[in-house]
């Protein structure tokens, strides 16, 4: 069993920046891939960005390369999202992730995910 809670989340200018945690308990964090995932109000839910056990190997949706960054400290058994530059289309319930099945594997499909947290809203004003 993996818990998972988000943190960080928040109402900011467009062109403003924020960091979320996800804090996990259970099972040895440093064993398994991590992912961010993200919804905005009436569209579906989509891939953010992921990272395998040891934060060698990361991968980003198009969207957010090179505004995102995607980090793990182990020995605090937490991964970060570093957002710069937010744009009003980055508003959504952000969501981590925990793909317990790898811990080098990367993959932007959520059915790979078999823990996630509960959520943290991120609101970027025009």
């Known amino acids: 069993q993996v818990q998972l809670v988000e943190s960080g989340g928040g109402l900011v200018q467009a062109g403003g920046s924020l960091r979320l945690s996800c804090a996990a308990s259970?099972?040895?964090?440093?064993?398994?891939?991590m992912g961010w995932f993200r919804r905005a109000p009436g569209k579906e839910r989509e891939f953010v960005a992921t990272?395998?056990?040891?934060?060698?190997?990361?991968y980003y949706a198009d969207s957010v390369k090179g505004r995102f960054t995607i980090s793990r400290d182990n020995a605090k058994n937490t991964v970060y999202l570093q957002m710069n530059s937010l744009k009003p289309e980055d508003t959504a319930v952000y969501y981590c992730?925990?793909?317990?099945?790898?811990?080098?594997?990367?993959?932007?499909?959520?059915?790979?995910?078999?823990?996630w947290g509960q959520g943290t809203q991120v609101t970027a004003s025009s």
């Open positions: 990272i395998n056990w040891i934060g060698g190997i990361t």
């Open positions: 259970g099972r040895t964090f440093s064993s398994y891939t």
């Open positions: 992730a925990a793909d317990t099945a790898t811990s080098q594997a990367l993959t932007a499909h959520p059915a790979q995910y078999d823990y």
